[in-house]
């Protein structure tokens, strides 16, 4: 007998289980199924084991960094397996709570491979055999690869992607970095400060080339201070073999350069995982090897749903996750209650990133009239506390309404304070609305609170801008 479900997902990563654990909380019986561990690539593979890569090397640069503050630490050394130790015991818990979280929702876990066949049900593969289960809902949430660029060389040994890197046993003494997108500079960060010799080759303009340019620009900055190399406008030709290691061949300003190292991760993307996702007789509409969905996230199939990495968009957990509540929300007949169109992006860099909504440029480009406050963190209590590199928080507002349109920060907690931007434009707050809340001293949030001020008036721990005459 084929087992019923109300929902069946297929793909256990921060898209799936939310999607899974929201329909069992409004009722509905679910399956889901996973062919590899729960939490998917965010917690396995991203998010989380680079979050704990940044914090060990950002613990150990603090260590050797201290004396500014008084501390003095002699022979600071680290153990690199150790700190991937600490890395797989967090995933670890992370992924068994998950588990745990399914379990104690009655969530019915499935340990295989999912495969969508005729008639909304889906064929289960695994070392056990082949079962079928149907759905009456089916979610699509299979996540994404990396891709490897298509450079002669790129199939050598040595050459990684994110997940080679992190199967590492050791840390690699230099390292070329294709893509000086968020992998990238986040691999930069914490590799370099665990002195791992950097050398990152960007084929646009700039690092984080789609965020504001003053982010990007000091970022640049930044990392060029802490040894990093940054090639950028600059296409690798290709990698060859050397006696030690590798070398990458690339053109810059029309002049073609080598870098050798042990080691190249290729951080220039990723694609959707669709790989045995479709029986023989399925057809789903795809555009660039991702599913396409409507403004339901169903797909070209009636009562079939596609959320996550595996549909166009930006390729953030948060958004997987939000996906995950509206398309359970949508399946049980209730109002969304997420806005999916308003995206936080965070890199987790010292100084951290947060962004959100428009930046000036667009706004511009939208042939929209902005006012723009800017607040330096360098006048922050907190900021200068910590002895903390160049900062800023931007807050972009409509000029007719005082509506708040966006926010670009680069200091100190900014992927958390990013939050407070995110919940003002959701709920279409104004300049002024977000003002009549007092924020705690010392805090980096007074730098928001700072920012706004100077759109209405003036920043009180800024001088004065002088009056145009
Ligand atoms: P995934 O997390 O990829 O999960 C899909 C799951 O489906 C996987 O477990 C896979 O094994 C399973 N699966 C696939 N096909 C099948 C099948 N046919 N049957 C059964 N199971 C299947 N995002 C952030 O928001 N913040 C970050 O800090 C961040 N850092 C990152 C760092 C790195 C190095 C990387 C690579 C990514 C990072 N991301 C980050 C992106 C984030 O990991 C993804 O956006 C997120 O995991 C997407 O979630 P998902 O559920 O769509 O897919
Ligand atoms: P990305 O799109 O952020 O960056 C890829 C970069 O590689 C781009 O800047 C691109 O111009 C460059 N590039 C592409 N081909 C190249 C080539 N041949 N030579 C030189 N440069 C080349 O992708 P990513 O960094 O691989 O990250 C993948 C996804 O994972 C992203 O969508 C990102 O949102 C997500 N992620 C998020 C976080 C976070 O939220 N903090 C962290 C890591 C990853």
Do not use: W
Not at 70 to 87: H, L, M, Q
Not at 178 to 184: L, N, R
Not at 253 to 276: D, P, Q, Y
Request: proline residues 3%.
């Amino acid at each position: 007998m084929v087992e019923k479900y109300d929902v069946v997902v297929i793909g256990a990563g921060p898209g799936g289980y939310v999607a899974a654990i929201k329909a069992a909380k409004l009722g509905k019986s679910v399956a889901i199924i996973e062919n590899r561990r729960s939490g998917g690539t965010c917690l396995n593979r991203g998010c989380i084991p680079t979050k704990a890569m940044l914090h060990a090397a950002e613990t150990y640069r603090g260590a050797l960094e201290g004396e500014k503050f008084g501390i003095k630490a002699e022979n600071v050394t680290f153990d690199y397996s150790e700190i991937c130790e600490y890395r797989e015991k967090t995933i670890d818990q992370l992924v068994a709570g998950v588990d745990g979280l399914l379990k104690g929702n009655g969530v019915v876990a499935y340990n295989g491979t999912g495969r969508l066949m005729a008639g909304k049900t889906v064929e289960i593969e695994s070392v056990d055999g082949t079962e079928v289960i149907s759905g009456e809902n089916i979610i699509i949430a299979t996540g994404s690869v990396p891709s490897i660029p298509p450079i002669k060389g790129a199939e050598l040994e040595g050459v990684v992607t994110s997940d080679g890197l992190f199967a590492a046993q050791e840390m690699p003494a230099s390292l070329v970095i294709i893509g000086g997108g968020v992998i990238g500079t986040e691999f930069a960060e914490a590799l370099s400060a665990l002195g791992c010799k950097i050398t990152i080759i960007e084929a646009l303009a700039r690092p984080l080339a789609n965020m504001d340019k003053d982010i990007s620009q000091n970022l640049k900055m930044i990392l060029k201070k802490r040894g990093v190399d940054v090639h950028v406008s600059a296409m690798v030709n290709k990698i060859e073999k050397t006696e030690d290691g590798l070398r990458c061949v690339f053109t810059e300003k029309n002049k073609e350069m080598a870098v050798e190292a042990e080691m190249i991760l290729c951080a220039a993307g990723r694609r959707a995982n669709t790989e045995g996702l479709l029986g023989e007789t399925i057809e789903l509409k795809m555009d660039r090897g991702r599913i396409v969905v409507n403004e339901r996230l169903e797909t070209s199939i009636a009562g079939v749903y596609a959320i996550g990495d595996v549909i166009p968009g930006i390729q953030l957990a948060h958004v997987a996750e939000a996906e995950g509540i509206f398309v359970a929300e949508e399946i049980a007949g209730e109002t969304p209650s997420v806005n999916l169109d308003i995206v936080p992006s965070c890199v987790y860099t010292s100084p951290e990133i947060g962004c959100v909504g428009m930046t000036e440029a667009e706004a511009k480009d939208a042939n929209i009239d902005v006012n723009v406050g800017k607040f330096l963190m360098g006048a922050n209590g907190k900021s200068l506390i910590a002895a903390e590199e160049r900062g800023f928080i931007k807050v972009v507002a409509e000029a007719s309404t005082g509506k708040v349109l966006g926010a670009q920060m680069m200091c100190g907690r900014a992927t958390d304070m990013i939050g407070e931007f995110v919940t003002a434009i959701a709920n279409e707050m104004t300049v002024e609305d977000m003002l009549k809340g007092m924020r705690a001293h010392p805090t980096y949030n007074e730098g928001i609170g700072e920012a706004l001020e100077d759109m209405v008036g003036g920043a009180i721990h800024a001088m004065p801008k002088r009056k145009k005459h």
